[in-house]
């Protein structure tokens, strides 16, 4: 049985004293019954705060991001050594944001996922196609292209830990989701290729959706039986519409 899980990627936005009170609001309003799995991954100079604040809680707090070596020359980046003594869980990797802006590629998502189970932290990994890949009938290819150098760095016994997110480019941000089905499709296609090379820890895999998630759609979409959760931008900056998520699902 998957257990569902519910992320917040709060991107650029929060500052410390914002993140600390809506954490806190969040920590009150979150219903009381624990059978959804929450996290926040808010900016990088609050975590440390964050973690605090959510300390005993039961939201886990994720990084946006980090760099896949443990130390060295590498101007500006957080190891996942840093991200664990702050008490971080979860890591996001390889954001479409990450990849558009800022050249990520998916041997560099690889890299990331590979160190952040080496560090016991819960890598949740982002792929994705453009709207142009959709509409040329490109979907699966480029779901196959960002999951395959991913699913090459995993052991066997890496697979329940890591959790993938779907997040179709042209639903992010824009209002438009992708539908129940057109969701499900793509999830069931990455549980059967991470099935085809690790048989049935496949079902442990959790596969969240991401792209334009709200209080009103979640039930829908986590109602098709492969997704397993959400990664929730705009609708993540506040406790009132976060919780409502979560009431909807749980
Ligand atoms: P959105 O962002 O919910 O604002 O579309 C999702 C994401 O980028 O993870």
Known sequence: MRKTFICGNWKLNHDL?????????????????????????????????????AKGSRI????????????GAYTGEVSCAHLRELGVTHVIIGHSERRQYFG????EVAQKTRAALDMGLVPIVCI????EDREAGRTMAVIDEQLAPVLDVLHPPDVPTLVIAYEPVWAIGTGKTASAAQAQEVHAHIRAQVR??????AEQVRIQYGGSVKPSNAKELLAEPDVDGALVGGASLTADSFVGIIEAVS
Request: proline fraction near 3%.
């Open 17 to 53: 004293e914002t993140t600390r009170a809506t954490l806190r609001e969040m920590i009150q309003k979150l219903p009381s019954s624990r059978d959804v799995e929450v996290g926040i991954a808010p900016v990088t100079t609050t975590l440390f705060a964050a973690c605090e604040v």
């Open 196 to 201: 085809s090379k690790f048989q049935e820890a």
């Open 60 to 71: 886990h707090i994720a990084a946006q991001n980090v760099h896949h070596a443990e130390k």
């Open 128 to 131: 994705g196609e453009q709207l």
């Open 104 to 107: 990520e590629t998916s041997g």
